[in-house]
């Protein structure tokens, strides 16, 4: 922690305050000291800043990197009430220092270096039109329940979020990683519901329905005897085509479920160091709809794990187009239960952020559970700072024991 | 340790160079987040007044010609522990 020095004339500037104040003044100051929070502003063209506590300005400058000097404790009601702070930044325009008078929304790591390391998000003229995925009855209503949805993440990709204030999109060929036969529409499932039953059932019974439900249990029946190895030339055809067309294709992927995972935290937040971000489905694509990127831009949807029988039933690949690479996956990852919000990009791209409001799309930073206690402290008082800065809630890990 | 830093090491060299710049960012922040706080500080968009300067310009001059003082000096001059103070604010 720095250490704290004074000049006499600070120290007079304080002990002429009231008690109250003076106690009000001197927190602040070790609160700054301890952990970096607090509105502190640089003076332009000094060395020196200023932390603004309440209507006091306590100007301070660093000497060296391990103390703070006090220089003074103002009232700012020495400002001219007439502030003419919009001529002071023309006049800084003109000479070629325009800078922001506030920033925060512009906080990215600085390097003395080289410019800004990452790249800005994706625009409208960079992606194409897509559309939403409606993939089943009921995920329409799904989304219009609009139910929870949980981003697991480790500590680097919160605090990449947090700052640059972008969503990362992973692209469609990176998920292999997790499922080798991502992006094949579910085609290898070979579970089958038994016994089959027909899509649609009348009571009582039409014998015009029950005829179609026969035709259509026939049908299923008939296909599923067909090995699926005999089948293969024609799927692994369809999945190279899957693949061309989808080559520009990036993913943000959600689970869906009113309440956190452990599965997931074990599998997706790296355990031990792990985050998530609480949000909503609807909640997730109306914080990515920012100036530069209209709604026609983003597609979504719920992820559907279908069972065999169901595949050749809904004919889901020939109704959502390659769209269905992606948003059909097999049983065995239901447990994921994902929402996924995409973009197609116009070019061919490594990497894909999505400006995002952070205020919009984060309810929750939900820390892991699997957080060494030792650890807590440190990273709450690290993040603390920047949630209070982008008004976000950073919400710690229950630990209520019921044994030892 | 010495196995959980070069296990650190290991996994730096492994990242991409956007992702170093955020492992810099976030050991920064982490070792010294006053220090953090300070680089990113935007400008203050309350003007110095003459006021404000001429008291700058005498704070600078007695630093020149004195060693400064002790926090804990001001703090027991005005009859405060930092204990006091912390207590103090939270209560409210």
């Known amino acids: 922690m720095k250490r704290i020095v004074w000049t006499d004339p600070a120290k007079n500037d304080v002990r002429s305050l009231s008690k109250p104040v003076a106690m009000q003044v001197l927190y602040a100051l070790h609160r700054f000291v301890e952990s970096g929070a607090g509105d502190a502003r640089a003076l332009e063209g000094k060395d020196e800043l200023r932390l603004r506590v309440g209507d006091y300005r306590l100007v301070f400058i660093c000497p060296d990197r391990d103390t703070i000097e006090i220089r003074r404790v103002r009232h700012r009601r020495s400002l001219p009430m007439s502030r003419a702070v919009a001529p002071i930044r023309k006049g800084r325009e003109r000479m070629g220092r325009a800078r922001p008078a506030t920033a925060p929304q512009d906080l990215t790591w600085k390097r003395k270096d080289g410019p800004a390391p990452f790249r800005r998000g994706m625009t409208n003229a960079e992606l194409e039109d897509v559309r939403c995925v409606n993939t089943f009855a009921h995920s329409g209503t799904r989304w219009a329940r609009n139910p929870r949805v949980w981003r697991y993440m480790d500590l680097l990709s919160l605090i990449s979020l947090l700052h640059r204030g972008e969503l990362h999109f992973t692209r469609l060929s990176d998920l292999l990683k997790y499922d080798p036969n991502e992006g094949t529409g579910a085609f290898l499932t070979n579970v089958v519901n038994s016994p089959i039953t027909p899509s649609v059932i009348s009571y009582p019974t039409d014998q015009a329905q029950e005829a179609r439900n026969q035709e259509e249990i026939r049908r299923i029946e008939e296909e599923l005897c067909i090995p699926l190895a005999e089948s293969l030339p024609r799927i692994k055809e369809q999945v190279g085509k899957w693949d061309r067309e989808n080559r520009n294709v990036h993913i943000s992927c959600w689970h869906t479920n009113e309440i956190e995972s452990d599965f997931m935290w074990k599998v997706y937040a790296r355990q031990e160091y792990g985050f998530a971000i609480v949000s909503t489905a609807q909640a997730v694509v109306k914080a990515l709809v920012v100036d530069d990127v209209s709604a026609a831009k983003i597609g979504w949807g719920f992820v559907v794990y279908p069972t065999r029988d169901q595949l050749i039933r809904e004919r889901l690949d020939i109704e959502l187009g390659s769209t269905a690479a992606f948003m059909m996956k097999h049983l065995e990852f239901s447990p994921e239960n994902e929402f996924r919000v995409f973009v197609r990009a116009k070019k061919c791209v490594d990497t894909c952020e999505m400006k995002v409001r952070l205020s919009d799309l984060i309810h929750e930073i939900r820390l892991s559970p699997f957080v060494p206690e030792w650890a807590e402290g440190p990273l709450v008082q690290t993040l603390t700072p920047i949630c209070e800065q982008k008004g976000l809630s950073l919400v710690r890990p229950k630990r209520i024991r019921l044994r030892g | ?92």
């Open chain 2, 1 to 92: 340790m010495a196995a959980d830093k070069q296990h650190a090491h290991e996994l730096i060299e492994r990242l991409a160079p956007s992702q170093v710049s955020a492992v810099v960012g976030m050991l920064e922040a982490m070792l010294d987040p006053v220090s953090r706080a300070i680089a990113n500080a935007p400008v203050d968009d309350e003007p110095l007044t003459a006021e404000d300067e001429k008291a700058l310009d005498e704070a600078q001059e007695w630093s020149k010609r004195n060693p400064a003082i002790p926090h804990e000096q001001v703090l027991a001059e005005l009859g405060l522990t930092p204990e006091e103070i912390d207590r103090s604010q939270r209560q409210q």
